[in-house]
């Protein structure tokens, strides 16, 4: 059994073929059963479909009304979603930046149920042609591809929420794929990403370290633009009342845990999950994003492979922040599709196949586990995949086989890299033997120049050079 869990021999064909489309009909029957229960805009359980776009779309609603400023006092955006959808009904605050208030407001012109399905489909779109165009020249049928990709279990959380993810996944997938031909359209997309603050821990540092200047101008540039139209059009307030409402962002929904511990997928929300406090929380996640950090940016300074680069670096955005939700892992995507691109090329490396089908199932399962049993599975996966990435990137990585010289070329310290190009060259033209196997060779080579030299004539005998080695050991063979 962990011979097949290491060379991921449990996930063949047959299993490959069943299991997408069975996670994909669990989703279906879920869809179809929480709209033919729903009365409305609300559900079975009497919540707004959509749950958390209820609040984005009010947040439209306060703008299109010509209050910009108050999606970001929490007192009265609460006040403003229970008047539209009642006085029982699940509240939630505005965490994102002010130029987020433009597509709330184009939403808000629609119905509620409009909106959230124009949102829902216009995003669901953008990640699968993203999925797509990573694996298009893989020899998966488009078709199937883009059944994984709904089979995707966060695509259903993503989907219930009526969150974001599809957004996220998209704009990382194709900043990825763009970031080596069209580096400025690299920069947009993630530019426009910086509607999620809270992932700007890492992709800032990959990109210094990979020397992608014109990406981090075009990054630098499309945030900029947006920070200076939101305050033109919504006011310069906003963005003091944004500032202001950190605070209560960092106090009531990460370190209180109002939107549930079991929800957020962080080692911080790990760590309250497993009973820790505030500080031993913060502590557990300042080590893991440092490290996640330090690993990036050497990462970014190797030669390795730019798709186990790009999957590194998605997997370490979600790990590097202690605010990271469920549905937040549908942008596991494009780093789901980029590693098994790597791996249909190039072989799959030991426990590859079976941390990135641990990864795809474990939207489904991360949040109940959490509640039922207190088990941060999500953060532990999240762990594991970004080992298994960086294990990928070593075994693409021109001098993975001297993983000493991986950090020295880093650094790009030429001494040791030159050391190591000689030291290749001697492995490449004197292979590694056991030590009884060197003399053995060494003594036939000696056998053999002997024997060469007793052909040309005794030269050497005419040298004074006594001929030692016995006549039946010199003779070549």
């Known amino acids: 059994m962990w011979r097949s869990l290491r060379n991921g021999a449990w996930l063949d064909e047959q299993r490959l073929a069943v299991y997408p489309p069975m996670l994909l009909a669990l989703s279906v029957v879920t869809i179809i059963a929480t709209l033919s229960l729903a009365q409305g805009r609300f559900d079975a359980n009497g919540h707004p479909l959509g749950t958390d776009f209820s609040q984005v779309w009010v947040a439209g609603l306060e703008v299109l009304r010509g209050h910009p400023e108050a999606p970001f006092d929490l007192s009265r955006h609460i006040a403003a979603q229970r008047a539209e959808f009642g006085a029982t009904s699940d509240v939630y605050g505005w965490h994102y930046p002010p130029f987020f208030l433009a597509p709330a407001a184009a939403l808000a012109a629609l119905p509620y149920l409009q909106a959230l399905a124009l949102w829902q489909i216009a995003t669901l779109l953008l990640y699968l042609a993203s999925a797509l165009a990573i694996l298009r020249r893989m020899a998966i049928p488009p078709l199937r591809v883009a059944l994984a990709a709904l089979a995707f279990p966060a695509t259903l959380v993503n989907l219930g929420h009526g969150q974001n993810g599809f957004l996220t996944a998209a704009l990382l997938g194709f900043g990825f794929l763009q970031l080596r031909p069209r580096p400025l359209v690299a920069g947009v997309c993630f530019g426009l990403l910086a509607y999620k603050p809270q992932f700007a821990l890492v992709l800032p540092v990959a990109l210094i370290a990979g020397g992608r200047w014109k990406t981090i101008a075009a990054a630098s540039a499309t945030t900029a633009l947006m920070i200076a139209a939101s305050a033109a059009a919504f006011g310069p307030d906003t963005w003091i009342a944004f500032a202001r409402s950190l605070a209560d962002t960092r106090s009531i929904v990460l370190e209180d845990g109002a939107a549930g511990f079991a929800k957020i997928q962080s080692v911080f929300a790990a760590a309250r999950l497993l009973g820790g406090d505030v500080a031993a929380a913060y502590a557990a996640q300042s080590a893991t994003t440092l490290l996640v950090v330090g690993a990036i940016a050497v990462l970014w300074r190797s030669a390795a492979d730019e798709r186990a680069k790009a999957a590194a670096t998605i997997v370490a955005t979600l790990l590097a922040t202690p605010y990271c939700l469920d549905y937040d892992m549908a942008a596991l995507a494009p780093a789901l599709a980029l590693l098994t691109a790597l791996g249909m090329e190039r072989g799959f490396g030991p426990f ?93 080579r000696i056998g053999r120049s002997t024997c060469a030299l007793a052909a040309d004539g005794g030269r050497g005998d005419a040298h004074g050079v006594e001929n030692s080695v016995p006549k039946e050991e010199a003779s070549c063979r």
Do not use: C, H, Q, Y
């Not at 207190?374 to 953060?379: C, D, E, F, K, S």
């Open 352 to 444: 590859v196949k079976t941390t990135l089908a641990a990864a795809f199932v474990v939207p489904l399962v991360a949040r109940p586990l959490a509640s039922v049993a207190g088990l941060p599975l999500g953060a532990a996966t999240l762990a594991a995949l970004f080992i298994v990435a960086l294990r990928e990137a070593a075994r693409t990585d021109e001098v993975a086989n001297n993983r000493s010289n991986s950090i020295f070329r880093a650094f790009g310290l030429a001494v040791f890299t030159k050391k190591s190009r000689l030291l290749r060259r001697a492995d490449e033209t004197f292979p590694r033997m056991s030590p009884l196997s060197s003399g053995r060779a060494i003594w036939r």
